[in-house]
């Protein structure tokens, strides 16, 4: 049987437990290291350990939806975070076209060291709503806030609206 997330073979036919050492049961003394974990097991679960710590932990998620307006810069993390790297993965998929044209541009920015990175993705102007537009971004962090934000334009006597879902995890290193 192997491990679906670290590959590793469960050491199943070793013991998990220590028994009793030869030494101890002929002076019939108790064995100090008797019922700790074997060495298979200690490796195995020490590697799991190791994969899951490098594995990405969501931070904060939103969801504004139905939205008609353009979003001003919002604190995606939600308040203080520590410093490292993030991945933020977002989708963006117009619910209602426009009578006659829409546009909507997701952007965020973030602090690292002393400036303010951007990204800002390509304007959606499809106008349809099967119109959408997906990315996800790595950013390195010196703390709080990574923001995001909309800039949305609408013609017609029908607005254009919108649904906006966005991810921020934290990762390693």
Do not use: C, H
């Not at 679906?4 to 002929?26: G, H």
């Amino acid at each position: 049987m192997t491990n679906l997330v670290t590959s590793e073979p469960i050491p199943l036919s070793d013991a998990i437990a220590r028994p009793a050492r030869r030494e101890y049961t002929e002076r019939r003394q108790p064995d100090p290291l008797e019922g700790l974990i074997t060495r298979p097991w200690q490796d195995w679960f020490s590697n799991l350990l190791r994969v899951i710590s490098a594995v990405s932990t969501s931070v904060r998620s939103v969801s504004p939806s139905d939205q008609s307006a353009s979003i001003g810069a919002t604190d995606l993390a939600g308040g203080a975070i520590n410093a490292g790297l993030y991945r933020i993965t977002y989708y963006a998929r117009i619910t209602q076209a426009a009578t006659v044209s829409s546009s909507l541009t997701v952007t965020f920015d973030w602090p690292d060291g002393g400036v303010v990175p951007t990204f800002s993705g390509a304007a959606i102007t499809g106008n349809t709503t099967t119109t959408y537009q997906t990315g996800t971004l790595m950013v390195r962090a010196s703390g709080a806030p990574i923001r995001y934000a909309t800039t949305y334009a609408s013609v017609g006597g029908t607005p254009m609206k919108y649904r906006l879902d966005v991810v921020l995890e934290a990762v390693g290193a």
